[in-house]
């Protein structure tokens, strides 16, 4: 088996795991959330605390530097445990349907060395209620609602600015 027969049978692997759902994938912790002994997400009730206040800030009209900073300022530790939050870290976050009891598997495509989003090249697949939410259906959508608007903002900004 060469290199490239051994990569595609890696990949076939990994999305049949995606499509029948036993992807270890699936139990990735994230930020807010341990892994238990027996493989399952469990809320981790600290850093819960910290994705609810961070979905409440950005919900606010506070933007991901403020929110960094205020994390900074409270003394709370990034997810890779560095005592500055980036705005990036921020941003996945708050992009991340984990935190509403789903997973949704295959959000990226490796195309060799460079990882990129999947934005409908392959087939994604979403599970439900393989944990328990830490931030509700409505709290999530209505920050991918602000996030959107957010983002339009800007680009009319630009927009208007090319036209002046």
């Known amino acids: 088996m060469n290199v490239i027969q051994k990569s595609e049978a ?15 994938m699936a139990k990735r912790k994230c930020y807010g959330y341990d ?17 609810r206040w961070i979905f409440k800030q950005y919900l606010a009209g506070n933007s991901l530097g403020k929110i ?18 980036n705005r990036e870290a921020i941003d996945k976050l708050l992009s991340n349907e984990k935190y509403t009891g789903r997973v949704l598997l295959q959000k990226t495509i490796s195309t060799g060395a460079v990882q990129i989003e999947n934005n409908g090249l392959m087939e994604r697949y979403l599970y439900s209620g393989t944990h328990e939410a830490i931030i509700s259906d ?4 209505a920050v991918q609602q602000k996030k959107l608007n957010r983002s339009k903002e800007q680009k009319n900004q630009v927009t208007m600015r090319l036209i002046f």
């Open 10 to 24: 890696i990949k076939a692997s990994l999305r049949k795991g995606f499509q029948d759902g036993s992807s270890k």
């Open 35 to 51: 892994v238990s002994p027996d493989s399952e997400l469990t809320i981790n009730p600290e850093e819960a605390n910290v994705v």
């Open 68 to 85: 960094a900073a205020g994390l900074e300022q409270q003394g709370i530790p990034s997810p890779t445990g560095r005592a500055k939050w």
């Open 138 to 141: 409505e709290i999530f959508m």
